[in-house]
């Protein structure tokens, strides 16, 4: 493991299972890791994470296969499946076992993963605006996901089609009416190097490729069996997962869950609302401690 200070917080390399995982991460006490979705890396928990830290907490936001800084085989299993064995890997080897699994959007589903098949690496799980069955992949993901399998979405983001103005459209109508969340930051979180480099472009290819419902299609018996306590965390302006449909599908399939709900957020609360849902993450441990 390396570690470069940058400001409030650090990034860390840890090498596992023939990957090095980027992990950005400040703050002591009980460990929180925070998973990223599509299409978005770490970064898009720089606030939160920092804010975690300054209120007593110790969070961590890995960049997982395919994203950010994150080193992977190219023989790798970039599936969500094989992203959550490797996250419980190396929750176990950096002694964060048992965790707060905090996981937004695709990264919801790894962590539904690894509180269902690695249960020894959680302790509690909160999912945010996350996917389930049923309610992905979106069409316009679902291009992407064929575009990757044979083997367009590469030269379609270095000859600059991918990301396009529609595209941009889409990311922007994703936010909550008011949001204030700049294009610097949406530059930063979500069209990083994924579109604007060789390795980041091959990397994201590899990961769209391997995606696949059926990673999520086996959870829904599992779900209702879990002992540990569940947060569902929900921004009720997101038109992609919905509240009325995903939301309430994931209320069903975890009938115990605390939920709160960020009336003006849209599908990306880290970025748009960080200060509410921190507050909403420490009050709700703290009433179910």
Not at 46 to 64: C, I, N, Q, T
Not at 225 to 232: A, F, N
Not at 250 to 258: Q, S, T
Request: aromatic letters at 6%; proline letters at 8%; glycine letters at 8%.
């Amino acid at each position: 493991m390396t570690r470069d200070p940058t400001g409030g917080e650090q990034r860390s390399r840890y090498v596992v299972d023939g990957a090095e995982l980027s992990v950005l991460e400040a703050g002591r006490g009980e460990p929180l890791v925070l998973l990223h979705g599509i299409p978005t890396g770490a970064e898009l928990w720089r606030e939160v994470l920092l804010k975690l830290a300054a209120r007593g907490a110790r969070a961590f936001a890995p960049d997982l296969p395919g994203y950010g800084h994150t080193r992977a085989p190219t023989t790798a299993d970039h599936s969500l499946a094989g992203t959550a064995r490797l996250v419980a890997r190396w929750i176990e080897a950096a002694g964060l076992a048992p965790a707060w699994l905090v996981g937004h959007d695709s990264g919801g589903a790894v962590a539904q993963l690894l509180a269902v098949d690695h249960p020894d690496t959680v302790c509690r799980l909160t999912l945010v605006n996350s996917i389930t069955d049923g309610s992905w992949p979106a069409p316009r993901a679902r291009i992407s996901t064929q575009l990757a399998r044979l083997g367009a979405f590469r030269p379609a983001a270095r000859l600059g089609l991918v990301p396009n103005p529609l595209m941009r459209w889409q990311v922007r109508r994703a936010l909550g009416p008011g949001s204030h969340v700049s294009e610097e930051v949406l530059d930063r979180v979500v069209w990083d190097d994924k579109f604007t480099s060789p390795r980041g472009r091959a990397a994201f290819q590899r990961h769209l490729a391997a995606l696949t419902a059926a990673d999520t299609a086996v959870l829904d018996p599992a779900l209702s069996s879990l002992t540990l306590p569940v947060q569902i965390v929900w921004g009720l302006e997101d038109p992609f997962q919905r509240w009325t449909t995903a939301g309430r599908r994931l209320r069903e399939l975890l009938p115990e869950a605390h939920v709160d709900r960020l009336e003006t957020c849209g599908h990306f609360p880290p970025l748009e609302c960080p200060e509410a849902l921190v507050t909403i993450l420490l009050d709700w441990r703290a009433a179910s401690t």
